[in-house]
């Protein structure tokens, strides 16, 4: 059974660093891509971040540039988003997402995370 567990979400101050992390297990991901995608009260799924399973081509959402970084680890199965300096309006639910083909957008995503809840207060 696949699953994708996200963890390390919390509260922090404005100006802060979180990082989350997104464990996969169940089937071999080294030739997928994971995402990140959060989702604020009232609003849509966003897109975040994604990148090749082997480090490669990470590409980010134009509010995050140069304060989020995706990275992977495969020894530990795990994806993470390191987010600094954060802000109040990147408060949301941070879902992790996986799939073999490189996603635009929301859709196609095979494998989705249950979400982690981070809160930045101001």
């Known amino acids: 059974q696949v699953q994708l567990v996200e963890s390390g979400g919390g509260l922090v101050q404005a100006g802060g660093s979180l990082r989350l992390s997104c464990a996969a297990s169940?089937?071999?991901?080294?030739?997928?891509?994971m995402g990140w995608f959060r989702q604020a009260p009232g609003k849509e799924r966003e897109f975040v971040a994604d990148?090749?399973?082997?480090?490669?081509?990470?590409s980010y959402a134009d509010p995050v540039k140069g304060r989020f970084a995706i990275s992977t680890d495969n020894a530990k199965n795990t994806v993470y988003l390191q987010m600094n300096s954060l802000k109040a309006e990147d408060t949301a639910v941070y879902y992790c997402?996986?799939?073999?083909?490189?996603?635009?957008?929301?859709?196609?995503?095979?494998?989705w995370g249950q979400g982690t809840q981070v809160t930045v207060s101001s």
């Open positions: 169940g089937r071999t991901f080294s030739r997928d891509f």
């Open positions: 990148i090749h399973w082997s480090g490669s081509s990470a």
């Open positions: 997402a996986a799939d073999p083909q490189r996603r635009i957008g929301l859709s196609g995503w095979m494998y």
